[in-house]
């Protein structure tokens, strides 16, 4: 017996000062192999083959296409669209995870299915939803269809959930005593969201933004059928990339891809840089 609680405790000893040192032991090594393994199959592999594809024309290929009209008008009205429905999502989607965390009212259930309709809804089904809500025969006054307000409507609807469920569960953790506390001494409501709220919610918000933009630079169904796809006028990447892809020329989709893939990255790294910064100093 005491031999053996010996030698479990020369383990517990080795383990410790194994993690001490910052080794893994046999079992993190594995979990950590096969996770990497997994995100090499699934992001890693396939984006290098893109990337790949994108330059075997070099870069007189590269340019040639990124300088084609409609390519460009795509790339345009794409990038700026979804970096403007990002910021208005990254407003009123804390907003609302504010109302839905503070404050009980009636029909709140509701609500919060509402929240998460677009992720359950197929997006040529949310497109079809918008056509008949925003189209020429739909109940409202409003018609969007063949206007750049398409794209932003499109936009705006499938990035709807990200900001609300990233920054709702950090309100419910904020404890509301420490907004008391600066209360009491003196600080006035903006004071005291500028110093203490927004800066636990700066990460959340952050990441939320960064998905909701992910998310519209890469959207398809739900504007294929209320954009109308006009070339110059509301046609987007997702659809540049398509048409490519029917006309054989894959080098070029592949290309417009490459884009979106390094803007993508620029936006999560800045993103990334803001959140530190205000939450440095908050």
Sequence with gaps: MATTV?????RSAR???????????LASGVGLGTALLWLSLLVLLP???????????????????????????ALRLTIGMAALVTVVSSVMGTLIAWVLVRDHFWGKRVLEVLIDLPFALPTIVAGLVLLQLYG??????????????SVFLAFLFVTLPFVVRTVQPVLLEIDREVEEAAASLGASRATTFRRVILPSLTPAIASGAALSFARAISEYGSLVLLSGNLP????????RIL?????????????????LLAVALVVIVLLDVIQRRVSRRG
Aim: charged share 15%; hydrophobic share 35%; proline share 5%.
């Design 47 to 73: 984006l290098s083959a893109v990337v790949a594809r994108a330059t075997t024309g070099g870069w007189d290929g590269f340019r040639e296409t990124l300088s084609n009209p409609n390519t460009a008008a």
């Design 15 to 25: 383990t410790r000062r194994s993690a001490a040192s910052g080794g893994i032991g």
């Design 136 to 149: 020429p025969k739909g109940p409202t006054p409003v018609d969007v269809t063949g206007t750049r307000a």
């Design 243 to 259: 048409t490519y892809i029917e006309g054989g020329r894959n080098a070029d989709a592949a290309v417009v891809a490459t884009v």
């Design 6 to 10: 010996a030698g479990l405790g020369g």
């Design 232 to 239: 110059l006028r509301t046609e987007v990447t997702s659809v």
